[in-house]
């Protein structure tokens, strides 16, 4: 698989600071997402906290991540499109988890899982035929169907605060993927009708739950 550069600097933008993170707690503390510090104004860390890891397993499942999806987004929208989709993906998947966690005041997380996660889904929308194997699924998926199963459990994660996992960033990720991706490439819309609508309905679910008060 060739490598585009781009990807290579956004993995070393995550490596970099990740691991002055490991070793200097200070930083990590600094710039990590803590809902108490945005709200007393620090937003950068909206932005920052996607380029810190807890561990070198959660860096490198990310970047893992990033490195077999990454090149269908730059084939399709080239370089510069490829950082406006991760960054928004990013944000989006922060802004989520701030609008979730608003009320708990020490929540704080790490990760490039929002914009990873974007990019997935982004990858996902482009080629939604593609097959993903996995090490504890037999054959390959289709990857609309691992997209949309993918949102579903994100959306059970929040529901019922499963495990130490950002779910609310992976989904507000996975939002802003979609998005920019149909605002970059409109014509999915009538090319593949049926796609976008089906990868689109975790989102709806998700709108639904929240006007219902039942997140």
């Known amino acids: 698989m060739n490598i585009n550069i781009v990807t290579i600097v956004v993995i070393l933008a995550n490596v970099i600071p990740s691991f002055i993170g490991f070793k200097d707690y200070s930083f ?43 090149p269908i987004v730059v084939a399709y929208f ?3 499109k490829f950082l406006i989709v991760y960054l928004i ?9 701030l609008n979730f966690h608003k009320g708990e005041y020490h929540y704080s997380a790490v990760g490039a899982s929002g914009a990873v996660t974007g990019i997935l889904y982004a990858a996902i929308l482009l080629q939604p035929d593609m097959r993903l194997g996995f090490f504890f699924i037999p054959i390959p998926i289709p990857a609309y169907i691992f997209g949309i199963g993918y949102l579903l459990y ?5 529901r019922n ?5 950002g779910h609310s960033a992976h989904f507000g990720g996975a939002i802003g993927g979609y998005v920019i991706t149909l605002l970059f490439f409109p014509s999915l819309i009538w090319v593949q009708p049926l796609m976008v609508g089906l990868l689109a309905l975790p ?13």
């Open 28 to 70: 990590f503390e600094r710039y990590k997402f803590h809902i108490g510090s945005i709200k007393k104004g620090e937003r950068i860390r909206i932005l920052t906290s996607g380029f810190l890891h807890v561990d070198v397993t959660h860096l490198l499942f990310n970047m893992l991540t990033l490195y077999f999806f990454a």
């Open 78 to 80: 080239g370089s510069v």
């Open 89 to 97: 993906s990013l944000i989006a998947g922060n802004l989520l988890s």
């Open 154 to 158: 994100s959306i059970y994660g929040m």
């Open 161 to 165: 605060r499963v495990g130490n996992i």
């Open 203 to 215: 989102i709806v679910i998700l709108f639904i739950l929240e006007k219902s008060n039942k997140l």
